[in-house]
């Protein structure tokens, strides 16, 4: 936590700068209010310890540049001469808290860790992020998966910004969070769908306002930029951006400093970003939509998530995983997929990927009707049986012949080997072999006996 002591009395504000350093805070002097409002128009901090009284500018006279100008963060006020009416003042111009010398320093650290929390609380409702991760899960055995989790952990601890491809509904939002909860970072998670977002709003939602900055604007209001202070900000849809505010995107990002719609003043923030997108950027660069000079900034860490077509040894643990979850939160007593209706998904395609066998199952779990979800409880929006090695076309297809193309598939993708099939698959080994006979798969070269 950075922290800045304003205050022209120099033995205490070394004093308590000596001990906020000891006990982990990042500390910054400033004599008066005037050096302690330049420090806060260059650096990112996070929360300010003012005198009352100091020559020049005072802590009353830096409250309220705070609150018309500055950023976001936390004040304290701090004084000798406890007088009740500057107590007020200082409450009514946006204090968070007030102490009277001599105080201990201890109660003061107490105070300040309790007001940057209540200031992350604050911008985590302002964000609505007390809603679920949303639908995506990002679990799986597969090696995409591994390959991606592994670069997840490499990525997190680092400044460097991020950009997460992929299609609609592999999990990028959840792959974000993934990376900001490894990040080590305090500050809050705060999502934004770019694409979400009207045109006219957009540069007001991501960089806030100054008071009557249009028409409307009664108060001044902290945008996504500086509610994520200290933690990450997840630019969903980025290649929705128009062209006029990629620029300023560019900016913000460069000089990690932003400024609000009818202010002057540059503010610091200290948010490391984390863009994600489902269309070719490249592509896009080249056409003349997305700025070459956003993309190269933005794209210093790529992670690119597989389709769910890609990881189909998955599908079973991710849908035994959303029948738990969904049952747990609709209060159904569902125990599992039988392995009919397994051999079903298994030989779906998912075109919407994760995000669709989600919303697959949680409709199957509502609509079911006995303790196992069987195919009946199924209901799908694309082809049926589209994944590789699936039956395809326009004819019916009985439920033996995808029972019959998904067991082929599950062989395919794991080397004829039927233990692992079989774990795939979510059935006893005993159970594949008698269904490989029942189908009359041929036999393949495996390292188990044709048993």
Known sequence: MKIVI???????????????????????????????????????????????????????????????????????????????????????????????????????????????????????????????????????????????????????????????????????????????????????????????LPESLAESELFGYEKGAFTGADSRKPGFFELAHGGTLFLDEIGELPLNLQVKLLRAVQERKISRLGGGKAIPVDARIVAATNRNLEQEVREGRFREDLYYRINVVRIQLPPLRDRGQDIALLANHFVKKISAETGKTVDGISEAAMAELLGYGFPGNVRELQNVIERAVILSEGAMLESGDFSFFGERASSPGAVTGTEPVSLAELERAAIVAALKRNGFRREKTANELGITRRTLLNKIKEYGIPAQESDEPAS
């Open 6 to 196: 304003a205050d022209d009395e120099r033995n205490l504000r070394e004093a308590l700068c000596s001990f906020f350093r000891s006990e982990g805070f990042e500390c910054i002097e400033a004599a008066d209010g005037m050096a302690a409002k330049a420090v806060l128009e260059s650096e990112a901090v996070d929360a300010v310890v003012a005198d009352l009284r100091m020559p020049g500018m005072d802590g009353l006279g830096l409250l309220a540049w705070l609150r018309d100008h500055g950023p976001s963060i936390p004040a304290i006020m701090i004084s000798a001469h406890g007088d009740v009416g500057d107590a007020v003042a200082a409450m009514k111009l946006g204090a968070v808290d007030y102490l009277q010398k001599p105080f201990d320093p201890e109660e003061l650290a107490i105070r300040l860790r309790k007001a940057v929390r209540e200031r992350l609380m604050t911008a985590e409702r302002e964000t609505e992020l007390k809603i679920s991760a949303g639908k995506n899960e990002f679990l799986g055995r597969s090696k995409p998966v591994a390959d991606v989790l592994r670069l997840i952990e490499k990525a997190a601890p680092l400044p460097s910004t991020v950009l997460i491809t992929g299609e609609s509904g592999t999990g990028k939002e959840v792959a974000a969070r993934s990376l900001h909860e490894l990040s080590g970072r305090q500050g809050p998670f705060v999502p934004i769908n770019l694409g979400a």
